[in-house]
Each structure stands twice: as C-alpha cells, then as structure tokens.
C-alpha cells in the first residue's frame, strides 16, 4: 500500500461571493438575537406575575391590620368623644379638638394608604408594559443593525468587485 494516497477535494457548500457570505452571518445574528429577545420578554413578565405574588397577601394583610388594629381604636376614640360630648359639667374642648384632629389624621392616613396601594398595582402593570416594549425596540433595532451593516458590506464588496473588474479589463 502506498503512502501516497488520493488528493481529496473538498467542495465549500456555503455562499460564493462576498456579499452572500455578509448576509449569511446576518441572518444567523437575527436568529440568534430573536429567540433571546423573546425568552428575555418572557422572564420580565415572569418576574413581574412574581412580584404581583408577592406583593398581594402583604396588601391583603395591611387591609386586615387596618380592619383589626385601626377601627377598634377609632371606634372607642369616637365612643369617648360621643361620652365627652355629653351636656354634663362642662369641660375644656381642647381634648375634643385633638379627638377631631386624630381622627382627621387616621382618615388621611387611611387615604394615603389605599391611594399609594392603588398607584403602586398601576405602576407595575405600566412597568411590565415598558419592559415588553423595551425589549421588542431593542431587538428590533438590533435586526435593523444587522440588516444596515450587511448592506454596507455588500455596497463595500460590490464597489471592490468593480475596482477589481476595471483593473483586470
């Protein structure tokens, strides 16, 4: 058997020119970039359903810590107003007026409460909106890069392949 065997050829089966070659590479970039864009769109609203989990029973609890711990008080709060109120021997307003003022206080605080609890579900839901469409923009623009810079190869290796011609003819 001789050492000296048969030159074997090996035929390349991708694109020919320059410019087939350019957009080859971009269409494996943007099947690359969109599968990553999509799971990245996926794990934002995954997080954002857990945060929306996590962030219900504590309301839930909050609005049962109201129930239980601030209205008892109110309600003997105005249990003793209504007894100071009463026309017997007259008394000093001025712990009548800091009554008032309490239960004005706890009532704007209860507001606040429920208006902050309100603007915060309002800002998760527009939160989650933005991350979808943060991340379909910028998969969009990367795909548009991609599109832009295989262009400017081929314009690049059109131009060359005319200076070649002109300089062979």
Wanted: proline share 4%.
């Amino acid at each position: 058997m001789s050492l000296r065997g048969k030159k074997r050829h090996v035929t390349a089966t991708g694109p020919q020119t320059w410019q087939g070659w350019m957009k080859a590479r971009a269409i494996r970039a943007r099947e690359q970039v969109g599968p990553m864009a999509d799971n990245a769109r996926d794990i934002a609203a995954g997080r954002i359903v857990d945060a929306r989990t996590w962030a219900a029973p504590r309301l839930d609890q909050a609005a049962h810590s109201v129930e239980d711990q601030i209205a008892p008080r109110v309600s003997a709060i105005l249990s003793e107003a209504a007894r100071r109120v009463d026309p017997k021997p007259a008394r000093s307003r001025r712990p009548l007026l800091f009554l008032v003022c309490g239960l004005a206080l706890g009532a704007a605080g209860y507001l606040m409460y429920r208006r902050n609890a309100q603007q915060w579900s309002e800002t998760m839901r527009e939160t989650a909106a933005d991350a979808t469409q943060w991340v379909g923009d910028k998969a969009e623009q990367a795909g548009e890069k991609i599109a832009d810079k295989a262009d400017a190869a081929s314009r690049s290796a059109d131009q060359r392949a005319e200076d070649i011609s002109k300089k062979l003819s």
